[in-house]
């Protein structure tokens, strides 16, 4: 058995240096197989041989290609080298450094901590650009992929031969080209985590540091504050006189020629730059003045919260707006920059090249003010939320809270009344702000108000008149209603700078607005205006128009009139149709009228019976006057009819009688029909008599028959 399993053994070893001796042959150009790639996904140290023994094999079999043929192939061969030697250098253990923040301190410094923010942000720029190389790089990865699908499409369609031998190398060369790219893509991924993992521990160390401040504070250090704090101030002084230097530089140049012109860039940029050193200067006078503020509250000599609230929104106000016209001067900047880059040099004079010289490093000193602006915001930020913590633990927590209350809705108040000084658009030479609109509205709103009020008070005077002067009071309610408005609107577009001397351009407009498509509105407006001064119509008047549509006037407005119908439907009518129009006013003079009841009775009926029971039908009705001189009911025979006497019974109706018509004509019909019945008087109706012929021609058919 022991003999048996040495020879096994014995074998086992003989077949493992056969294989050992083996060699695995590189790809075959003439007929690639699915795995050829296989042949380099091996170790680092066993894919060079592989890599050299391709190569040779590759090189050695162009010299049997067409001599056509050869110089493309070397060239598509040295990139295929390129890649692979690239690869392998890749390939070896990458070198990227690991990052890590410095030691945590027991306590930390105001100037410790704004090194730490300094830190985070280099960090945070770091993994940023390792982010963009990665976007980068995966870009280029898909592009390589892309060129490889096609190159095997190319190589599973072409023919035998030289031509299959050289897509062939083409998609070797594609092939590596993908795999060169997903070994930097895999590098630079690695890189990019480790950044990132860098610039998070930057930042929790800043986090770190903001709560293990030193709480000890001394007069010296506090009166080097101060004396940093005067310095800045004069820093920003200087700023300032800088940007009006700037100013006046920039206004008084002659544009006419080609360097006046670049001058006056030259001049603009150099102004943008003075504004952004100003800028900066602001912002590091209130860095030093939060780090006074903070060393105050330590030492206990600082301000009320109220006065720090203050402060704090001043700087937030600040940082706001400084952030707002940041990206502003650097794309100005930037635009600036490409356009001196793209500038032809040649043919100019050295003046010209100078200043094209002085413009490129004007605009490149500006566009690195913009990064130490933003830089010194962020500090000042996080310097601010140092001193808010600290004020609210020398305040104690209700002081505290009530003064972020304050300092918030100052900040509301301050945004809110910072949108109302934003031009929204112009009329002429005059802008339009938020605030101008809001002005508008509350004029109008004003007057609206006072005009409901006014012509409240109108109609509680003329409630108590005659129905003729509550008319006329609706009238100079409605006159009055049109020029408080007119007056309000006059009033609020003066209010916002809006010259009413030049309205002649404004009536052209209006009249051109007119004649296109206003002239209905117009129409209907006059027409309200001479039914309300002719007092053809007035509310409360029953009426009834052509159309057939009755019912009571309910308000006159500026372009229709409201009309409520009897089954108390609100119908709009145009005024216009009130005056073009025929119009039945039925209560215009008087709020009482006549109404005609026609009635038949039959032959043979008494006629002063028939009288009689008309005119008690009549008493009976509640809208008949009976107290009226001159007006009482009458009964007048009007025709003899086909079928009946026709009578007219003739009542003079009341108020509610003149404005329900239909409702009045129908009570007395029924009064009359029920008194009618009561004396036996008969209604008729249509009669025919029927008279038949005697000797009628006999049938002749039947005479015939018989």
């Known amino acids: 058995m022991v003999l048996l399993l040495v020879m096994l053994a014995a074998v086992n070893g003989l077949a493992q240096e056969a294989d050992d001796s083996v060699e695995v042959a590189a790809p075959d150009l003439y007929s690639l197989q699915t795995d050829w790639w296989t042949y380099f996904e091996v170790p680092r140290a066993e894919l060079e041989p592989r890599v050299d023994s391709f190569l040779e094999s590759v090189t050695v079999q162009i010299a049997d290609l067409a001599p056509q043929n050869q110089e493309t192939a070397q060239s598509v061969l040295d990139a295929v080298r390129d890649n692979l030697t690239a690869l392998l250098a890749l390939l070896d253990d990458p070198d990227i450094a690991t990052q890590e923040p410095e030691p945590e301190a027991i306590d930390y410094s105001l100037d410790d901590l704004l090194r730490l923010a300094d830190t985070a942000r280099d960090a945070r720029s770091g993994a940023a650009e390792e982010q963009l190389e990665v976007e980068r790089e995966k870009r280029i990865l898909d592009g390589a992929s892309r060129r490889r699908d096609a190159a095997f499409k190319d190589y599973v369609g072409a023919a035998a031969g030289d031509q299959r031998w050289m897509v062939a190398l083409r998609l070797v060369q594609a092939r590596s080209a993908q795999a060169m790219s997903a070994r930097r893509l895999e590098l630079l991924t690695l890189r990019y985590e480790r950044a990132t993992a860098y610039a998070e521990a930057a930042s929790a160390r800043v986090d770190l540091a903001r709560g293990r401040l030193a709480t000890s504070a001394d007069q010296a250090a506090l009166d080097a504050l101060r004396e940093r704090v005067g310095a800045r101030e004069a820093d920003v002084e200087n700023a300032r006189e800088n940007v009006r230097a700037a100013q006046i530089a920039a206004s008084g140049l002659d544009l006419d020629t080609a360097q006046g012109r670049s001058q006056q860039r030259l001049q603009q940029q150099k102004l943008l730059s003075a504004e952004i050193s100003l800028a900066l200067a602001e912002a590091t006078l209130d860095k030093a003045q939060t780090q006074q503020w903070w060393t105050e509250l330590k030492l206990g000599t600082g301000p009320g919260p109220g006065a720090l609230s203050d402060e704090v929104l001043v700087w937030s106000e600040f940082v706001r707006d400084t952030k707002q016209r940041a990206p502003e001067w650097q794309r100005a900047t930037e635009d600036e920059l490409l356009a001196v880059q793209s500038a032809n040099r040649d043919g100019l004079d050295r003046a010209s090249r100078r200043l094209l010289d002085q413009r490129l490093g004007t605009a490149q000193e500006a566009l690195a003010q913009v990064g130490q602006l933003d830089a010194a915001l962020a500090d000042l930020e996080l310097l601010m939320r140092v001193v808010d913590s600290a004020a609210a633990e020398s305040a104690g927590g209700f002081k505290s809270w009530w003064a972020s209350i304050t300092r918030n809705a100052k900040t509301a108040y301050s945004r809110i009344a910072g949108l109302g000084d934003v031009t929204l658009f112009s009329v002429g030479e005059t802008p339009v702000t938020g605030g101008d609109i809001l002005r508008v509205v509350l004029i109008l709103t004003v007057a609206w108000l006072l005009s409901r009020g006014v012509r409240h008070a109108i109609r509680r005077v003329g409630s108590s008149e005659s129905a003729g002067t509550q008319a006329s009071m609706y009238t100079v309610g409605r006159l009055t209603h049109y020029a408080i408005i007119i007056l309000g609107f006059v009033i609020a577009l003066s209010s916002i700078g809006l010259n009413f001397t030049n309205l002649a351009l404004v009536a052209g407009a209006l009249s051109v607005g007119i004649g296109f498509g206003l002239q209905s509105i117009v129409n209907n407006f006059v027409s309200g205006l001479i039914i309300l001064f002719e007092h053809s119509l007035r509310v409360g008047d029953y009426i009834e128009l052509d159309t057939g549509l009755t019912g009571t006037v309910k308000s006159i407005n500026v372009r229709s009139t409201l009309i409520n119908t009897n089954d108390n439907i609100d119908i709009v009518v145009p005024n216009s149709e009130f005056v073009t129009t025929r119009l039945t006013n039925w209560t215009l003079g008087e709020r009482t009228l006549r109404v005609r009841i026609p009635f038949g009775v039959a032959y043979g009926s008494d006629k002063d019976v028939v009288k009689q029971a008309a005119l008690e039908a009549a008493?009976?009705?509640?809208?008949?006057?009976?107290?009226?001189?001159?007006?009482?009911?009458?009964?007048?025979?009007?025709?003899?009819?086909?079928?009946?006497?026709?009578?007219?019974?003739?009542?003079?109706?009341?108020?509610?009688?003149?404005?329900?018509?239909?409702?009045?004509?129908?009570?007395?019909?029924?009064?009359?029909?029920?008194?009618?019945?009561?004396?036996?008087?008969?209604?008729?109706?249509?009669?025919?008599?029927?008279?038949?012929?005697?000797?009628?021609?006999?049938?002749?058919?039947s005479k015939s028959q018989d």
């Open 619 to 701: 008493a009976e009705v509640p809208f008949t006057l009976t107290h009226m001189k001159g007006r009482e009911p009458d009964v007048w025979l009007t025709e003899y009819g086909d079928s009946s006497l026709n009578f007219l019974l003739l009542v003079w109706v009341n108020r509610q009688g003149a404005r329900r018509p239909t409702r009045t004509r129908s009570a007395y019909l029924w009064a009359l029909e029920t008194k009618l019945a009561e004396y036996g008087i008969e209604i008729p109706f249509p009669q025919r008599d029927l008279h038949l012929r005697s000797g009628w021609p006999p049938n002749r058919r």
